[in-house]
């Protein structure tokens, strides 16, 4: 099982989030994921540009961003953001995408909620054709590209690995069809998210993110999903919080069910929940 971190995107201070990129580096993770949200009162730095300068400053650790909603962006400019980061990063980028759960924030992108999924379908094409093809022609539905170059490449052939969200029956069919691996989300309970991925092949891969907090910090926990999400009650919900053996018992527990990459997502005291996840749970875990 591999483990990754989430890079703490409500810091305000560039100086603490380059020191915990670069903690992280020195630490047992395969990688630091950044989360998307674009609108909100939450004051979430943008997940392309966070991970930009993650970027920058590591050389190792793999840098993913879960998940993107790619129906309400412009295919073109985020293949192009996205392969400039692979090459900055030399090859280390990690894509997430998904859907989304609604469609409320469509009409502040002049976006029509009618046919999400072929919009949704029809720009992760267009990304992956720029990524891979010299000159790109499709006589689409909602775009039109008429022999358009991208350049440069990623590094990643064909193209960086892509990870669906998702845990509705349909996107998890997407994802083995069209990705390289399935994310759980955060906001998903536990018990949903193990069912959900009994749908998947067994040797398709399968990460999970945890909200979590070491210690008796349920209140905390729960001021930071109201900040985020608008739903303080959420805490209680999907995340984990209390001893090391106890969140690492819901660890080896998605392990036993199949799941292989785990993202740790401290919400608050992040260095210090990151240093005391090192030493005293993923031990517990065989780390």
């Known amino acids: 099982m591999q483990y990754a971190i989430a890079i703490p995107q409500t810091y305000p201070d560039r100086v603490r989030l380059r020191r915990f990129l670069q903690r992280a580096e020195e630490l047992p993770f395969a990688a630091a994921w950044c989360i998307e949200q674009m609108i909100g009162k939450a004051p979430v730095l943008e997940s392309v540009t966070t991970l930009a300068y993650a970027a920058a400053v590591t050389e190792r650790l793999r840098l993913g961003v879960a998940v993107l909603l790619i129906g309400q962006r412009n295919p073109i400019d985020l293949a192009k953001s996205l392969s400039s980061i692979d090459v900055l990063s030399n090859g280390r980028l990690i894509v997430g995408v998904g859907l989304g759960g609604s469609t409320s924030y469509y009409p502040a992108y002049g976006l029509a909620p009618e046919g999400r999924v072929a919009r949704f379908r029809e720009n992760l094409a267009i990304m992956k054709r720029l990524w891979t093809e010299e000159k790109v022609t499709l006589d689409g539905r909602f775009s039109h590209l008429m022999s358009i170059p991208m350049e440069p490449k990623p590094v990643q052939k064909p193209h960086p690995p892509i990870w669906f969200g998702g845990y509705a029956e349909a996107a998890l069919r997407r994802a083995v069809e069209l990705g390289d691996g399935h994310i759980g989300a955060g906001s998903a309970p536990m018990k949903a998210f193990l069912e959900s991925i009994e749908q998947l092949p067994p040797d398709f891969p399968k990460a999970k993110r945890l909200y979590l907090a070491l210690g008796d910090n349920l209140p905390r926990l729960r001021e930071w999903f109201g900040a985020f999400y608008g739903k303080p009650e959420m805490a209680d919900q999907v995340a984990l919080w209390g001893s090391p053996q106890r969140i690492a018992d819901q660890i080896l527990r998605l392990k036993d069910a ?30």
């Open 258 to 287: 199949g799941v292989d990459y785990i993202l740790l997502n401290p919400v608050f005291d992040e260095e210090a929940q990151m240093e005391q996840l090192c030493q005293d749970v993923l031990p517990l875990c065989g780390v």
